[in-house]
């Protein structure tokens, strides 16, 4: 089984808006939270706080821990090709807070846009599922 350790962050505006980035490989989309895999010997606030730059043109300061999400991808489901083992992921997730930069759209990623939005808007957006985990994270769903 290959395991995967990846950071994100649920980062919210004064106006209740939630900062997500648009998700593009594989021939698969949608929105998500910003942020993404560490690094070899990578610390994950490090990771997530990198991450967000990366996808969103933001500097964030990491508030907190809110959980941790496991999963197991099956072989058969996992968006690399041939692959023989399922995949575990481990997703960490942080509260956090914009502390400089300007939004910008990440170039040569994952990650193809990054926008802000209203949580009622959420409903019709096509998302990921990490993003409604992350929001009950939050106490924002």
């Given at each position: 089984?290959?395991?995967?350790?990846?950071?994100?962050?649920?980062?919210?505006?004064?106006?209740?808006?939630?900062l997500l980035a648009?998700?593009?490989?594989?021939?698969r989309s949608?929105?998500?939270?910003?942020?993404?895999?560490?690094?070899?010997?990578?610390?994950?606030?490090n990771?997530?706080?990198?991450?967000?730059t990366?996808?969103?043109?933001?500097?964030?300061?990491?508030?907190?821990?809110?959980?941790i999400h496991?999963?197991?991808?099956p072989a058969?489901?996992?968006?690399?090709?041939?692959?023989?083992?399922?995949?575990?992921?481990?997703?960490?997730?942080?509260?956090?807070?914009?502390?400089?930069?300007?939004l910008?759209?990440?170039?040569?990623?994952?990650?193809?846009?990054a926008?802000?939005?209203?949580?009622?808007?959420l409903?019709?957006?096509?998302?990921?599922?990490?993003?409604?985990?992350g929001?009950?994270?939050?106490?924002?769903?």
């Open positions: 089984m290959d395991l995967r350790v990846a950071a994100y962050a649920v980062i919210t505006d004064d106006d209740g808006r939630v648009h998700w593009n490989e594989s021939g949608g929105w998500t939270l910003p942020g993404g895999g560490l690094e070899p010997g990578e610390d994950p606030e990771a997530v706080r990198r991450e967000v990366e996808e969103t043109g933001y500097r964030v300061r990491v508030d907190r821990l809110l959980g496991s999963r197991v991808i058969a489901r996992r968006l690399t090709p041939h692959e023989s083992d399922p995949l575990h992921t481990l997703r960490v997730v942080y509260r956090a807070t914009v502390v400089g930069g300007r910008r759209h990440e170039t040569d990623g994952s990650t193809d846009r926008e802000w939005f209203a949580l009622d808007r409903d019709g957006l096509q998302r990921v599922r990490l993003v409604d985990i929001l009950g994270m939050a106490d924002l769903a």
